[in-house]
């Protein structure tokens, strides 16, 4: 890393420079970030705060010698912060032995984590989740996983030999299905109606919903909030004809499953979060321009008990 206070033209040209080649990482960053905290969702706001956290740092004149190791150890640092906050509990994991040593290339622990579940990776500790996804899922090699984790490479292969046995023991135990969990009758039907609307193609009445002070996150694309301009989005999606909402649940959460008009039984190609705060719309999250979330996503759709 190197530091240096350039003219805001440099410094702006350097930035549309990083800013393409982050663009060409993010749904890389994001694989990692969703298997490192057991969420698609939660692993796009670490991936978010990765980026955020890494332009303040090209715009103070830090610039990297490799982009991509740089961004996945800011992410990764990201996601370790936001694990710690959720337990509310330091993590830590002892010192590997050095002679724990796993081999460099195998295809079929490779095979195993990359069809490994987000619940199955979250049974891993940290320090052998994160080896066993750099390697076996990403494809990085110890030298690079090295320069993310500023580590040794003893230390690498000890947490990816144990974190490959764990796998296999998950891999090989009996799959138990999870209880759907039981939601809220209201939230349901106002998420119910919501679809409906959408698929009527009725957007006056979606926006006579809509909170004055509603958000909206195209994300990967933009931000805004109001009620006349997030009216407009509406607009747009009425100028489409290649979409189908259904309700459902993502990761245990009301969503709006978006499939295709010709299979509109089949698996969804991205996925909308409403938030709703006294019968209004307070919020929209649209993963339309980030689409990679689906990749290991737990879905459902609205088939599913409510009380």
Not at 103 to 127: H, N, V
């Amino acid at each position: 890393m190197t530091g240096s206070h350039d003219h805001p033209v440099a410094t702006e040209t350097r930035l549309r420079a990083f800013e393409r080649e982050a663009a060409g990482l993010r749904a890389k960053l994001h694989r990692y970030c969703s298997r490192m905290v057991g969420s698609v969702i939660d692993g796009e706001d670490i991936v978010q705060e990765a980026l955020a956290k890494a332009f303040v740092a090209i715009r103070n004149g830090d610039m990297p010698e490799k982009t991509e190791p740089w961004l996945f150890r800011i992410a990764h640092n990201s996601a370790l912060d936001f694990l710690r906050k959720r337990a509310r509990s330091r993590i830590s994991e002892s010192e590997v032995e050095l002679d724990t040593i796993a081999d460099e290339d195998s295809p079929i622990d490779a095979r195993i984590a990359a069809e490994a579940s987000l619940a199955e990776l979250m049974q891993l500790p940290p320090a052998q989740r994160c080896t066993v996804v750099l390697k076996d899922v990403l494809g990085h090699s110890l030298e690079e996983i090295g320069e993310i984790l500023e580590t040794t490479e003893t230390a690498i292969k000890g947490a990816l030999q144990r974190g490959r046995e764990s796998l296999r023991r998950l891999a090989a135990a009996p799959r138990t299905a999870a209880p759907r969990p039981a939601l809220n009758r209201e939230d349901m039907r106002r998420l119910g109606d919501y679809v409906a609307a959408f698929n009527a193609r009725d957007f006056d009445a979606l926006r006579g919903l809509l909170a004055d002070d509603v958000k909206l996150e195209l994300v990967n694309r933009l931000r805004a909030e109001g009620k006349e301009y997030v009216g407009n989005y509406f607009g747009r999606y009425s100028d489409e004809t290649h979409w189908h909402f259904t309700t459902g649940l993502v990761e245990g959460r009301p969503a709006i499953l978006v499939t295709s008009p010709d299979r509109p039984n089949g698996p969804p190609r991205y996925f909308i979060l409403i938030d709703w705060q006294d019968g209004r719309i307070a919020g929209i999250r649209d993963f339309l321009f980030a689409d990679y979330v689906m990749d290991g996503v737990d879905y459902a759709p609205q088939n599913i008990i409510v009380r």
